[in-house]
């Protein structure tokens, strides 16, 4: 009996000693790791901007597919991507998906307050903080010509900048950009009212 319990103590020991020890594989070490079973460990593979004698431009990165796009990027949809119809004419209202109401226009304010006032100011009239320490000021968005900018023009400006404003396609997703244009066609209407925007029960507190 007591022959036996050695034997398992010593068992136990030495399976003990075999997890240890095999927990430290991965571990840092100037040393190679011993791998009686190396399976995928060290497999040949190419590293980014690593040099290649396979292809012919001896790097291993490759160009795009042309005529390829990837999973989830397919902009079909050409309003509300590009601001355009299916002839390239800029549309003149907002696509069918996107929905005016308050929390747009709320949406709007807020991406408005951060991107485009520090430049055209608070009302649009091109008189932002920047403009006051010396940039060359933005047009207004209440003048004649602007005010007749078709929905899409606007859309095609924020995207892709103008003169010396820069594209926003890189810091504002689609639907923030429709709603930013629904809060600038608000601003426009604001300060540019005439008595007969105002309901009939408000005009007495005029």
Known sequence: MKNLTSL??????IMVFLMTTGC?????????????NPNMDHQEKYRPQAESNY???????????????ARGQLKDDTQYYYGKDSEGNF??????QIE???????RGQERFGIYCSPCHGAIGNGRGIVVEKGMVPPPSFHSDSIRVYPTGRVFDVITNGIRNMPPYKYQIPENDRWAIIAYFKALQRSQNATLQ??????RGSL
């Open 8 to 13: 398992i103590t010593s068992l136990i020991m």
């Open 24 to 36: 430290f594989q991965g571990r840092p070490s100037s040393k190679e790791p011993i791998h009686l």
């Open 55 to 69: 292809f012919e431009d001896g790097a291993t990165m490759r160009p795009i597919v042309e005529g390829t796009v």
């Open 91 to 96: 549309i003149k209202t907002f696509p069918s």
């Open 100 to 106: 005016l109401n308050m929390a747009l226009l709320r």
């Open 197 to 202: 925007d105002v309901p009939q029960s408000e």
